[in-house]
């Protein structure tokens, strides 16, 4: 590996992005639940009861899959209501879900740069690989990470550490490209170089060290990246 030049950040060997509401947005999982008959407003408490759940699980453990949690989440905030088809109908949705129109551009900039773009989320390889596939953006990734049985999940520092020794680099030389700013702030307790993307919050969470870089979209926040950034 050439060195280094003072002053000037390490080009990340690998960038990571999150997957959901990073790449792609949950949003249109709204008419999803229109059709399955339940009110709209339960969409957010279905999104923020997964993600309790997943901070969980990523705290204590189990042998559970995403797919289980995005059940059990529906199950909970419908008071145990919800008909088996409707639930398949949202679960379903997830594989459907349509990429951000500068996700392509933010993907095809890491391999520009010489960096591998993957993609890491909570849920399973397999479903995250579907989607992408399904999305047209398989030519532009070079790997699939996620959580699920036997796995640790985001924002456990063990998942993020993990996802580094797979990709075969040390936790500095990977960086994560998210809309979450939980996820930046596990990310970087395991050592790794974070850009945060204000596309979803809009302001940076202050509970939260801020990011190596962030921008107002994916692309702005893979530029910002040191070792990425226009010198």
Known sequence: MSPVP???AARPAVVAFDVLDTLFPLAPLEWRFREAGIPRVLMG??????ARDVFALALVGGGRSFEDAVR???RDVTGHQIAPAAED???DGLSELEPRREASAALAAVRTAGSRAVLFGNAGPAA???LVERAGLGGLVDGVLGGGPGRAWKPSPEAY???ARSLGVVPGRLALVTAHGWDVAGAARAGLVTGWSAHLEG?????????DAAGADLVEAVAALPGLAPS
């Open 89 to 91: 109908t949202i679960v």
């Open 6 to 8: 003072p002053g000037r």
């Open 203 to 211: 302001r940076f969470p202050e509970v939260f060290g801020a990011p």
């Open 128 to 130: 995250t690989l579907e």
């Open 45 to 50: 408490r279905w999104a923020d009861h997964l």
């Open 72 to 74: 059990g989440a529906l």
């Open 161 to 163: 550490r993990a996802a």
